[in-house]
């Protein structure tokens, strides 16, 4: 199985920083790396997916980036509407593995 | 987004049985699964099981193989998850989820449905 390292488990921001968020893939995964958001009460919510493809609708401030087995999430300037958890996925293989999420603070 | 059509909650014993039910989307060549995916009260998001809905290939968690069991009903449009020796840890908010092929990833998810295992 390929397990997904996310990090930093915890971070605290203020509005207007910038965030990255890394997730380590234990092999290659072709660049089938999606990243969600998770707010509570709500579904998780599509932000990127290969690696570096905004879903449609989604805001230009989120951005992926990466390849072979590093990835991240860039939030370039933190909105009050971000603070939530954040997963990356890999969807190369079953089983589909989530990273252990990173909960986005109010500093 | 894909209709779970039994949202709400649910409270098992450990030891019962379940079945969740999850609309399937309607067909089209961007689809290639519907997937479970859970939430237990204080963990992360857990993939659970899949379904490939051109051929019927299903794929578990290690933490629900043997136990859980996920099907399609074509006619009735419909993914199942019989869920059975439910165990306290099984209590989570459970997803049903769209795998797309034209990017690879989930989408469409349900409403989710809560479900309780009481020891």
């Known amino acids: 199985d390929i397990q997904l390292t996310q990090s930093p488990s915890f971070l605290s921001a203020s509005v207007g920083d910038r965030v990255t968020i890394t997730c380590r893939a234990s092999q290659g995964i072709n660049n089938h790396l999606a990243w969600y958001q998770r707010e509570p009460g709500k579904a998780p919510k599509l932000l990127i997916y290969?690696?570096?493809t905004l879903q449609s609708g989604v805001s230009s401030r989120f951005s992926g980036s990466g390849s072979g087995t590093e990835f991240t999430l860039t939030i370039s300037s933190l909105q009050p509407e971000d603070f939530a958890t954040y997963y990356c996925q890999q969807l190369n293989d079953y089983p589909l593995t989530f990273g252990g999420g990173t909960k986005v603070q109010i500093k | 987004e894909v209709q779970q059509l039994e949202p709400g909650g649910h409270l098992v014993q450990r030891g019962g049985s379940l079945r969740l039910s999850c609309a399937a989307p309607?067909?089209?060549?961007?689809?290639?699964?519907v997937n479970w995916v859970r939430q237990s009260p204080g963990k992360g998001l857990e993939w659970v099981s899949g379904i490939v809905l051109s051929g019927g290939e299903s794929f578990y968690a290690d933490s629900v193989k043997g136990r859980f069991t996920i099907s399609r009903d074509s006619s009735m449009n419909t993914i199942y998850l019989q869920m059975t020796s439910l165990r306290v840890e099984d209590t989570a908010l459970y997803y049903c989820?769209?795998?797309?092929?034209?990017?690879?990833?989930?989408?469409?998810w349900g409403q989710g449905t809560l479900v309780t295992v009481s020891s």
């Open positions: 290969g690696t570096s």
């Open positions: 989820a769209t795998l797309y092929n034209t990017g690879w990833y989930l989408d469409d």
């Open positions: 309607a067909f089209t060549f961007a689809i290639n699964a």
